[in-house]
């Protein structure tokens, strides 16, 4: 009889605990593979969905919310003649796991006078947020060549 209560116990304090548990986030690689793929497509709905919506992004221009950011992007998203190329060089998440971090290279990849060309153009940061489980770029910020790299705000 008490070892069938210490049983009971123990069953339910550790269906309790399970239940508190959250589960681990997705990681921030597959984030980060849909935003280089929504770029190369172009694919304006899918790099859209990518941004938290509080999202601000400093480059190429100054732009708050989805809205103007996929709006100020427009040049990259709807011609697959026209992208942008990301390299990430680094990806980290906070120990909390809420928070990643994401650094790298770009490119302008299109048509020029000397024909199709991937011309250089800067380097980047992003901050991500965990939102409903999901990661949101939070902030983009970033430099061309021979700028200094705009601080995340």
Aim: hydrophobic residues 45%; glycine residues 8%.
């Amino acid at each position: 009889m008490i070892a069938r209560a210490f049983l009971a116990t123990l069953l339910l304090n550790s269906a309790t605990m399970a239940a508190q548990t959250t589960p681990a986030p997705p990681p921030l690689e597959l984030a980060e593979r849909a935003l280089v793929q929504a770029l190369s497509l172009p694919d304006r709905d899918a790099f859209r969905q990518l941004l938290a919506p509080d999202a601000v992004f400093f480059l190429p221009v100054d732009a708050y919310g989805p809205d103007a950011i996929t709006g100020k992007w427009l040049p990259f998203l709807l011609d697959p003649a026209l992208t942008m190329v990301l390299t990430i060089d680094s990806s980290t998440t906070a120990t909390a796991g809420k928070v990643g971090l994401t650094s790298g290279t770009f490119a302008i990849h299109g048509r020029t006078n000397l024909g199709v060309r991937t011309t250089p153009g800067g380097t980047f940061s992003i901050v991500w947020h965990l939102v409903e489980d999901r990661w949101k770029i939070q902030t983009l910020s970033g430099a061309g060549r021979g700028e200094k790299r705009r601080a995340n705000r």
